[in-house]
């Protein structure tokens, strides 16, 4: 009877599966290591569609295997990478502190509050020989109207509309401001960027600093732009350093009728019973730039934003980020466009370098076609 027990599944059949087990391991391990047995592997990967997922789909269990700890070594450089870019945000809080005097003497020369001493504004232009000659026959032209201006016309003060021109000369900002809020940007003195402080959630805020005019009372509007330096837990491959992540705007106290950010319309409405009309005004928004004050929020209570909002608040980031790395940083190149053609030249080369890459594209398939002609 214990015989039969024992034929029966026993420790016995346990023995020799597991032996059975320990030999297919042994012989698959002589098997790839037999140079024929590879050669026909990789003949067999070479006519599988090469795409990475299915290359990977053929590869032994091992190398699988193999294959997730790199992951896992890829995810702790992701975290360590976000540590490097909190530092990076801590030295752009120092160095802000180095640049700050000399805005702030940006801003006295613009406003007209200081006068550059000669040694300030001395610049050696490229093209000033040519200059000096076209100015020296323009002024022989203008010389007679020049006498009959007075001495403010001649030299106003400061540098008149200075944000408003970069406004204007900016597409991305030009395409926010209508016709009615350019009366309320030529009074913008200073824009400046300002970092969280040290230990603080990652965020930074700029400020819109107004003189006194007769449209609010507020001297700065901010937006506040907060920021994230970690890893997705859902998708810890796509971290490519820090991103905004929400912004808060700030309440603009409008004086009254000056609110271009809502407009009044009129409705006539009709009683159903005794057929009287009656006529109602209400205020609907309107566009304006000053909008940018009152920002969309980035959903965070986990129910995901339409496309349009998702579109709006990039959009938003986007210009947040322009704003903090080239106009503040450049101001005087993009008020005088200068800026704007290095930006455009950059952006010019980077498409040529784009349709050259498909050009030596289409040039690969013309050749391989020749090789390995498809039946």
Known sequence: MAENSLSDGGPTDSVEAAKNASNTEKLTDQ???????????????DNVSHTPSSYIETLPKAVKR?????KQLQVRCAHIEAKFYEEVHDLERKYAALYQPLFDKRREFITGDVEPTDAESA?????????????????KVVI?????ETVEELNPKGIPEFWFTIFRNVDMLSELVQEYDEPILKHLQDIKVKFSDPGQPMSFVLEFHFEPNDYFTNPVLTKTYKMKSEPDKADPFSFEGPEIVDCDGCTIDWKKGKNVTVKTIKKKQKHKGRGT???ITKQVPNESFFNFFSPLKASGDGESLDEDSEFTLASDFEIGHFFRERIVPRAVLYFTGEAIED??????GEEGEEEELEGDEEGEDEDDADVNPKV
């Open 66 to 70: 193999r294959i997730n700890a790199l």
């Open 277 to 279: 009309v009656r006529t």
């Open 343 to 348: 930006d455009d030249n950059f952006e010019e």
């Open 144 to 148: 007679a109207e020049k006498e009959a």
């Open 123 to 139: 610049w050696h232009s490229e093209n000033e020989e040519e200059d000096k000659l076209a100015g020296d026959m323009k002024n």
């Open 31 to 45: 098997v790839m290591q037999n140079p024929q047995v590879l050669a026909a592997l990789q003949e067999r990967l």
